[in-house]
C-alpha cells in the first residue's frame, strides 16, 4: 500500500526545527539571535540586584578554590570559653535526668481504680 506524503508536511517539519533551533539559540550568549528573541520574549536579560543586596554583599568574594590546600587563619576561642560551654551542657544534661526520672516514677504509679456505680 503506497503512502502519500504532502508536500507540506516536510516543510512544516523543517519550518518547526528552524524555529525551535533559533529560540534556543537565542537563549544561548549574546550573539547570534538574542536580541530577536529577547523581542519575541523568548530570552530575558538578568535583573540588576536590588539595593540593599548590592549594599549588604562585599564585591569581591574570597572563594577557596576547589582541590587547593589553601589554609585561611581562624581566631580561635580561649580555653575558659570552652570550660564554660561545657559546665553549661553538663548542667543541662543533669536537668534532663532529673526530669527523666520524675517522668519515670509518675509513670509507675497505678492506674486509678474505675468508678463505682451505685446500686439502688
Known sequence: MPMEFSAKKPF????ALVAMGMSLAGC???????G???AAGLATTPQESKTFVRET???DLEYVPIGTSVTRTAPRKPVE??????????AKQKANVAAGSTAKSLGAT???????????
Open 81 to 90: 570559653d570552652y570550660k564554660k560551654i561545657e559546665a553549661a551542657l553538663e
Open 57 to 59: 554583599r562585599p564585591a
Open 110 to 120: 497505678p492506674p486509678p481504680q474505675p468508678a463505682k456505680i451505685p446500686q439502688n
Open 12 to 15: 512544516l517539519m523543517s519550518a
Open 36 to 38: 530577536v528573541a529577547e
Open 28 to 34: 544561548g550568549s549574546d550573539e547570534g539571535f538574542k
